[in-house]
C-alpha cells in the first residue's frame, strides 16, 4: 500500500480521507499481530506536552519505544521555557531541530496546526485544547473496525456530552467516510452543536436524537458514551440529568447481540461497573488499541516503506 | 432639468458604490477610514434605480488595498469599487467573497492560539443560508461573519 502519510504532520482528523484511515488502520493491526521494534531505530521523538494528559502521553510513549526509538520531552510546561513566557512557535522551532518527529498536546486550540509551520519534522497532535484529538479518533476507528469486522454502514449512538466532546465530533466526521448512522443522546445543554449538524446535512448524512439509552441499544452496532461533567449543571439538575445518561445492564436487555460499548476514558459513573463484566464492554481494549494505533502514525510518518 | 449630484464627485480616489443601505456606517468603522488621514464624503440612503437605497463612500487620493477590498466584500458583497483619475472612472471592480481572509480580523474564540502567538490569522470563507461563515483555519471552529467582525 502507497504510504501517504510519510513526512505528514498529523493535525486533524478533517485531513484524512477514506484512504488515509485505511492506511492507518491497516498498519495498526499489522502492528498489533507482528510487532516491529525495528522502525523507529535511530529515531528521535519529542513529546512535549503543555498540558497533562497521562493515558496519551504515556500511550504515545509506549508506542515510540515499542518501535526501538528513544524519546525526549516534558509532560507539563511547569518547567519549561512556555513559563519564561516563549512563544510555543519559537520552542516548536528549537525542539524540533533536535529531533525526527514531534509529538505534542497543548490547551489552546489551533496549537497543533500552528506548531506544524514551525517545526522542520513532522507534527503530531496529541490533543490541542477543546479542537482536535486525531489519534484518539484513529483507535476509536480502528476498535471499531476490529470489534465489529467492518466500518462500512454501522449505526452508532453518541451518548452524554456531544457539545464539548471533541473525540465525539472527529470520531462523527471520521465515520462519515463509511456511511455511517447516527443516533445522539444528550441533555439539551449539551447536544451536538449546530456545525457539526451542518456537515452530516452537506454530506447527506442520516442521523436523529433520542432522549433514551435502552430504546436505542436495540438498533445500535457501537454505543459510544462520554462523560457529563457535573460541573456544567446544579446538583439537583445534575442527578436529574446524570440518571438518565448512565448505561447499567437493565440498558442493555434488548441489545443486538453484535453491540460495543466504547468510551474515550476516563469513566466516573456513567457506565456501571458491572457493564464490564458483559460481551458489549469494549472500552478498556480500546484504550489499548491506542498504543497500536499511535504506533502505525509515528511508523508511517517517518518510513516512506514499511 | 438636469441631475445634481447628491455627494460631491471626487478628483482621484475611490468610490464604493451600491453600498446596502445601512452598511456604509459599518464600512468606515471596519476599514477605519475616519482614523486616517483621507478626506472622506458620505452618503446614507441615497436613491438607487436598483437597490430602492444606498449608501454611498469617497475616499480621495487613496486606493483600496487587497486586504480591504476583501473585508468589504464580506459586508457589502453588492458594491462596486470605482477608481477614479481626474474625475473619470478608470478602473472598476465588482466584489466577489473571497475563499480566505488573512489576517484582517481577530479569532472570537478566545482560546484561539493565535492570540499569543506571531502568526496572522486565516479564515476560510463559504455561504451559508444567507449569511457567510469564516473557518479559522488554526482553531477549526465556525462563526458567522457577524461574530467574527464583531458588527
Do not use: W
Not at chain 2, 443601505?21 to 436613491?47: C, E, H, M, W
Amino acid at each position: 500500500m502507497e504510504n501517504r502519510l510519510y513526512k505528514r504532520d498529523i493535525i486533524s482528523i478533517a485531513d484524512f480521507d477514506r484512504k488515509d484511515l485505511e492506511l492507518v488502520l491497516e498498519t495498526a493491526a499489522q502492528l498489533k499481530n507482528s510487532p516491529r521494534p525495528d522502525l523507529l531505530k535511530g529515531k528521535v521523538i519529542a513529546s512535549c506536552f503543555f498540558e497533562a494528559s497521562t493515558r496519551t502521553r504515556l500511550s504515545f510513549e509506549t508506542a515510540v519505544q515499542r518501535l526501538g526509538g528513544s524519546l525526549i520531552g516534558f509532560s507539563d510546561a511547569g518547567n519549561t521555557s512556555a513559563k519564561k513566557g516563549e512563544t510555543l512557535a519559537d520552542s516548536v522551532n528549537i525542539i524540533s531541530s533536535y529531533t525526527d518527529a514531534f509529538v505534542m498536546r497543548h490547551p489552546q486550540e489551533g496549537a497543533a496546526r500552528l506548531a506544524s509551520e514551525f517545526s522542520s519534522v513532522p507534527v503530531i497532535n496529541g490533543g490541542d485544547g477543546s479542537n482536535q484529538h486525531p489519534t484518539q479518533t484513529l483507535l476509536d476507528l480502528f476498535s471499531i473496525r476490529e470489534c465489529q469486522g467492518k466500518l462500512d454502514g454501522l449505526k452508532v449512538a453518541f451518548v452524554g456530552d456531544l457539545k464539548y466532546g471533541r473525540t465525539v465530533h472527529s470520531l462523527t466526521q471520521a465515520l462519515c467516510h463509511f456511511g455511517a448512522e447516527f443516533t445522539f443522546i444528550a441533555p439539551k445543554a449539551l447536544t451536538m452543536p449546530d456545525y457539526i449538524l451542518e456537515e452530516l446535512d452537506a454530506k447527506g448524512i442520516k442521523y436523529s436524537f433520542s432522549d433514551s439509552i435502552e430504546e436505542t441499544t436495540p438498533q445500535v452496532d457501537i454505543i459510544y458514551m462520554t462523560r457529563v461533567q457535573k460541573e456544567r449543571f446544579d446538583e439537583t439538575e445534575y442527578k436529574h440529568i446524570a440518571s438518565k445518561y448512565i448505561l447499567d445492564v437493565d440498558s442493555l436487555k434488548n441489545a443486538k447481540d453484535n453491540l460495543k460499548v466504547l468510551h474515550p476514558l476516563p469513566r466516573v459513573d456513567e457506565i456501571a461497573v458491572e457493564v464490564d463484566k458483559t460481551p458489549y464492554a469494549y472500552y478498556f481494549q480500546q484504550a489499548e488499541n491506542g498504543v497500536y494505533a499511535r504506533q502505525a502514525l509515528l511508523a508511517l510518518v517517518l518510513n516512506e516503506v514499511l | 432639468m438636469r441631475n445634481k449630484l447628491q455627494v460631491e464627485a471626487i478628483r482621484q480616489g475611490t468610490v464604493i458604490d451600491h453600498i446596502p443601505a445601512g452598511q456604509g456606517i459599518k464600512i468606515l468603522d471596519r476599514l477605519q477610514l475616519l482614523d486616517s488621514d483621507a478626506s472622506i464624503t458620505v452618503g446614507f440612503n441615497l436613491p438607487s434605480k436598483d437597490q430602492g437605497h444606498k449608501d454611498i463612500i469617497k475616499v480621495t487620493d487613496r486606493k483600496f488595498t487587497e486586504q480591504e477590498a476583501n473585508q468589504l466584500a464580506l459586508f457589502a458583497p453588492s458594491a462596486t469599487i470605482n477608481v477614479i483619475d481626474n474625475y473619470e472612472v478608470v478602473d472598476k471592480f465588482k466584489m466577489a467573497l473571497p475563499d480566505s481572509l488573512l489576517g484582517a480580523f481577530a479569532c472570537p474564540n478566545s482560546n484561539c492560539i493565535t492570540h499569543n502567538e506571531p502568526v496572522d490569522t486565516h479564515f476560510s470563507l463559504r455561504a451559508h443560508q444567507g449569511d457567510v461563515r469564516l473557518k479559522c483555519k488554526y482553531c477549526e471552529k465556525s462563526f458567522s461573519k457577524d461574530i467574527v467582525s464583531g458588527l
